[in-house]
């Protein structure tokens, strides 16, 4: 006599829940993946944003101290220049009286 099926010695119902369960299973660790992998693309994009902000700020820092630097430099200058027409004034006002 042949042996029957395995199926057939177990009981439907029981076999059924058993492959439902696996499948329920596995579909939960592939979901369960993906949503995991998103999260860490995610973090991945978050860390990078924050690296580029603070790239960003570093950059603006070291640009609002070369923009005062100048304004000093600018100012300084200004105030040579006026000094330098003060001496050219006073020249020709100097030159005017001899001639």
């Known amino acids: 006599m042949a042996a029957a099926p395995l199926y057939r010695t177990m009981d439907e119902p029981i076999l059924i829940a058993l492959i439902?369960?696996?499948?329920?299973?596995?579909?939960?660790?592939?979901?369960?993946?993906?949503?995991d992998q998103k999260?860490?693309?995610?973090?991945?994009?978050?860390n990078l944003s924050l690296k580029v902000?603070?790239?960003?700020?570093?950059?603006?820092?070291?640009?609002e101290e070369k923009q005062?630097?100048?304004?000093?430099e600018n100012t300084s200058l200004k105030i040579k220049v006026a000094r330098m027409e003060e001496r050219i004034i006073k020249s020709a006002a100097h030159s005017k009286k001899r001639k």
């Open 20 to 35: 439902s369960a696996l499948g329920i299973k596995e579909i939960w660790n592939i979901i369960k993946k993906r949503m």
């Open 68 to 72: 005062n630097i100048l304004i000093e």
């Open 39 to 46: 999260n860490d693309q995610i973090k991945r994009e978050d």
């Open 53 to 63: 902000i603070e790239e960003l700020r570093s950059k603006l820092k070291i640009l």
